[in-house]
């Protein structure tokens, strides 16, 4: 079958209510803007905003935040017939600081994690070249089951999964069950992006570079992106070794939301052209620091690709 999607995302779709003072806590906190949120959300709009075709696998409520969400997908050309609206909970939302670093946040989680098998069938996975997911929509019962079924179904249908560890206690308290979900994902051998607050989190405690690299790898991953911050990123391929590559410096961050998933788009969107690590992990980054140089999404009026310098 032809592979006419180049990616679906699987997971939390949400509304992100984002403080708009700089660097306060949400107790201080006293104004929100409203935004289309959620990690697999973000690279399925950042995906079709590079013009590739992207499907999101999401469920919102059947209410005013869940018309938002359709509304928005769709001006941003996100394939949206596999999203459920269910008028049983509402729309999930959460409400995040505005922060030059890892934003603190509260999430009012409802709707995103009734994913169920309907909505991804066997002719979705057929045709796709890559399936995303997240730990968040890992986290919760059914979106769990489902995730991890479509993925080992996606695997031996030769389709490249990836999965974003963006694991927060907030979202999945038992860190234990976590590790366990983890294994079973990272048996279909995904592209792994981790950040190092996601392995503190994990693990509680501050990890070292050959720990994490070491650990992933011996549950199944053979590609694992490793983000520091400004410290840069790290990559660890079984094949081919490590990459180590500088941050790109920024001199106005304005909003961190999204920027690991700017990221991580890059990064899949590189792989889709056959790049190799060390350009993709430059575009990766490039498109982290439009995203850091904007409040909310990716800006309008930028023509993504060329401002990546893509061929």
């Not at 590739?52 to 394939?79: F, M, P, Q, W």
């Amino acid at each position: 079958m032809e592979k006419s999607i180049d990616i679906i995302c699987v997971g939390e779709v949400l509304i992100d209510f984002i403080g708009h003072q700089v660097n306060t806590s949400i107790n201080r906190t006293k104004d929100y803007h409203r935004f289309l949120g959620g990690s697999p959300t973000n690279v399925a709009v950042n995906s079709a905003r590079l013009g590739l075709k992207s499907v999101l696998v999401a469920t919102c409520g059947e209410d005013g935040l869940g018309e938002y969400i359709i509304r928005k997908l769709k001006v941003n050309n996100v394939i949206t017939s596999h999203l459920k609206q269910i008028n049983a909970v509402p729309t999930s939302v959460i409400f995040v600081s505005k922060s030059t670093s890892t934003p603190d946040f509260i999430p009012y989680r409802e709707a995103d994690y009734h994913i169920d098998q309907s909505q991804i069938p066997q002719e979705l996975l057929e045709k796709a070249k890559i399936f995303h997911t997240t730990c968040f929509a890992l986290s919760k019962n059914p979106a769990r089951t489902t995730i991890l079924e479509s993925a080992k179904k996606a695997k031996a249908l030769g389709v490249q999964t990836s999965i974003d560890i963006n694991f927060s206690e907030r979202i999945w308290p038992d860190r234990e069950e976590a590790k366990e979900v983890l294994k079973e994902y990272l048996s279909t051998d995904p592209f792994v992006k981790l950040s190092e607050d996601d392995c503190y989190r994990l693990f509680v405690e501050a990890k070292t570079e050959d720990f994490i690299f070491e650990y992933f790898h011996g549950l199944g991953a053979t590609t694992i992106c490793l983000t520091k911050g400004k410290d840069g990123v790290v990559l660890s391929d079984k094949k081919s070794g490590i990459y180590h590559q500088k941050a790109i410096p920024v001199n106005d961050v304005k909003d961190a939301t999204g920027a690991g998933d700017a990221f991580w788009t890059g990064f899949l969107y590189a792989q889709l052209l056959n790049k190799n690590f060390e350009e993709t992990i430059t575009i990766a980054q490039k498109l982290a620091v439009l995203k850091l140089q904007n409040v909310g999404r990716l800006p309008e009026g930028v023509n993504i690709s060329e401002f990546l310098d893509i061929i």
